[in-house]
């Protein structure tokens, strides 16, 4: 029978710690490696058979997990929080996380949380960018206010996005000086060019063929738009992954956090513990929803 060995991994930015032992808790091996694709392929070449292994979620797991996964049996991403809840102590190190998770891997108390498959998350990263590039082109537009408010100039800021109406400010509104008008522009040439790249993006998601029927799908419910299909497939993945109401509800922020002692309940203000990306992306549904549906 061959012996089945647990590795316990603490990401870094440059350096992996990692930890393997047996299932009865012998230590096997433990050091650390540079976070590289050919440091990770000459430790492989030395691991004594087969493995599972576990990893913490951190901005750096995604590719280290994609990398491992076809030589290992199984990799298990854990959840941060959760798992500081679990490994609480005074005396912290790399090498000693890297036990601790190697730990609770052999004995089944990883608290372990979803990894989305590798084209999804590729696809929700596009969106993510997406996201960041409108909230850019909004800086730009507030920039343009700004700059119209400093020098006393009278705009309308609804129109104050269209082409032709910004074209006409710039000619007849006497009281902007030559100096904001150049930063005017500039400000107004940000702003198209990250509205058109926006555009694109989300051209070239609706267009794929991996979600695209999902999405069109769930655009057929009234006041769905394409923007919110998006964000629920990329963010949440496979539809079965949240199997009830209540879990969807606590995933994506809209409850508050539950506190309850000695009898007594206390509702916190709505929960920081959640998808911040969907939780964004359906409260703001949520307050344009009045407008389409009086």
């Known amino acids: 029978m061959r012996t089945l060995y647990y590795i316990g991994l603490d990401i870094h930015k440059k350096v992996i710690a990692y930890c393997i032992k047996t299932i009865d808790g012998r230590l096997v091996g433990a050091g650390k490696i540079a976070a590289t694709r050919n440091s990770l ?148 040439a940000g702003f198209e060019m990250f509205q058109a790249a926006q555009k694109h993006l989300v051209k070239a998601l609706r267009s794929n063929d991996l979600i695209k029927d999902r999405v069109e799908r769930l655009m057929t419910i009234r006041g769905i738009g394409e923007i919110t299909a998006l964000t629920w497939v990329l963010e949440v993945g496979a539809p079965y992954r949240l199997g009830s109401i209540r879990q969807a509800i606590s995933y994506c922020g809209l409850c508050s956090a539950q506190r309850e002692s000695a009898g007594k309940e206390q509702r916190d203000p709505i929960s920081k513990k959640r998808n911040k990306h969907l939780q964004t992306t359906l409260i703001e549904a949520a307050k344009i929803a009045p407008y389409w549906n009086p």
Not at 72 to 87: D, G, Q, R, W
Not at 113 to 142: A, F, H
């Open 41 to 188: 392929n000459e430790w492989l070449k030395g691991l004594p058979g087969q493995w599972v292994g576990a990893m913490e979620a951190t901005i750096f797991t995604g590719w280290i997990y994609d990398y491992l996964s076809p030589h290992a049996v199984e990799i298990t991403v854990a959840h941060p929080e959760m798992l500081k809840a679990i490994t609480a102590a005074k005396k912290k190190n790399d090498n000693d996380d890297a036990e601790k998770i190697a730990d609770l891997l052999r004995v089944n108390l990883l608290p372990e949380c979803y990894m989305l498959p590798e084209e999804i998350r590729e696809l929700r990263r596009v969106l993510r960018y997406r996201n960041y590039v409108v909230r850019t082109s909004v800086k730009m537009q507030n920039k343009m206010s700004g700059l119209l408010m400093e020098v006393g100039a009278k705009y309308s800021k609804k129109r104050l996005k269209g082409k032709k109406y910004f074209s006409n400010l710039l000619e007849t509104v006497d009281e902007i000086p030559e100096s904001v008008k150049g930063l005017l522009k500039m400000s107004r």
